[in-house]
């Protein structure tokens, strides 16, 4: 395998085989209870998840977040993942599409179009790739390469400097953000990987032209944790492993950007485990939900086993909406919230 192949091979085996979730820090979303409505008044089969994201509709607000790609068993769960994407109606993202632009012949293990014609698609590079000779024409190539609907630039400064091998060169990145915003034709979102985005930071991706920011915020996976188990060096091993906990959990992180940047989508993603999470998440601002360990496990199996996994938080999403009143994802947005701290209201 080269480097780039046997690197996302190892990172999909460790998330399945090892306990990579955060340390010490939780998503936020239990801080949270809903106001049970006992008397609803509507009908739970009339309750509609449906939402238009990025002139798209969605069947549900559910985001099949970025995982994977750039291996061979990649292409199988992207297939797997886009065939349960495309059957329910949602949106998804493909992983970093870094190995095949730097490799053509692994361009397929990300093209999910011919199994999923209709759902809202992320292509996806990082974004401190823009210091090691990327330009907007690697942007574009990636997002021809799937014929995606836009782009994710994903930040992920913690798990580069603990990666054996990492780019640790993030300066004036920001300059080089806005200008790939300017020049290519599809909308960008910026994503964090797993440690969260501030709302002062989200403001000034906003200003610099981003049409979105995903939080993924900590809480669920800590990919600090899955570049401790690929390191052999015991001593780098040990300071990933310091970082398990480090990050903003995705509720804060939430919060702070919805208000930071109330025009502009936010995606809540980071240890969303349920679609009562999901609830939680679009009650508190976001406009998709996304959900990515969950689905990898299911996703290795069959489409089917993947399918029934999404059905599943689809499903607790409608009933949590149909418990607290909410006929469509607006009126959940209103719904009653508290905290659990002191019964105060949200």
């Not at 804060?252 to 969303?272: K, M, Q, R």
């Amino acid at each position: 395998m080269t480097g780039i192949e046997g690197r996302k091979r190892e990172h999909i085996d460790t998330v399945l085989n090892e306990d990579v979730s955060s340390k010490g820090v939780t998503p936020g979303f239990e801080a949270y209870v809903f106001e049970h409505v006992a008397l609803p008044e509507i009908d739970l089969g009339a309750v509609d998840t449906g939402c238009t994201v990025f002139g798209k509709r969605l069947s549900s607000p559910l985001l099949i977040s970025s995982m994977t790609g750039g291996t061979m068993i990649a292409r199988d769960i992207n297939m797997r993942l886009a065939e349960a994407a495309q059957s329910l109606g949602i949106a998804m993202g493909v992983g970093s599409q870094r190995a095949a632009i730097e490799d053509a012949t692994f361009a397929d293990t990300f093209d999910v179009r011919p199994v999923a014609p209709d759902i809202l698609l992320f292509a996806n590079l990082g974004a401190v790739q823009l210091n090691y000779g990327y330009s907007v024409d690697q942007a574009r190539r990636a997002v021809d390469m799937i014929g995606a609907d836009a782009l994710f630039l994903h930040l992920n400064p913690l798990q580069e400097a603990v990666q054996n091998g990492g780019d640790r060169n993030w300066s004036g990145l920001y300059g080089k953000i806005g200008a790939l915003v300017d020049a290519i034709d599809v909308p960008v979102v910026i994503k964090e990987v797993g440690n969260g985005i501030s709302g002062r930071l989200a403001r000034r991706l906003v200003d610099a032209g981003v049409a979105g920011i995903d939080v993924a915020g900590a809480g669920g996976t800590s990919w600090s944790e899955v570049e401790a188990y690929r390191q052999k060096d015991p001593v780098a091993r040990r300071v990933a492993h310091a970082f398990a906990g480090w990050g903003i959990p995705t509720a804060d992180a939430l919060t702070e950007v919805c208000a930071a940047v109330d025009e502009t989508p936010v995606f809540a993603s980071g240890g969303i485990r349920s679609g009562i999470d999901a609830a939680k998440a679009i009650r508190l601002g976001a406009s998709l939900v996304g959900m990515a360990a969950p689905a990898l496990g299911s996703a290795t199996e069959t489409a089917a086993a993947a399918t029934d996994a999404l059905v599943a938080t689809i499903e607790e999403l409608r009933i949590a909406m149909f418990c607290t009143g909410s006929q469509d994802l607006n009126a959940l947005k209103s719904a009653v919230m508290r905290r659990v701290s002191d019964g105060s209201f949200v």
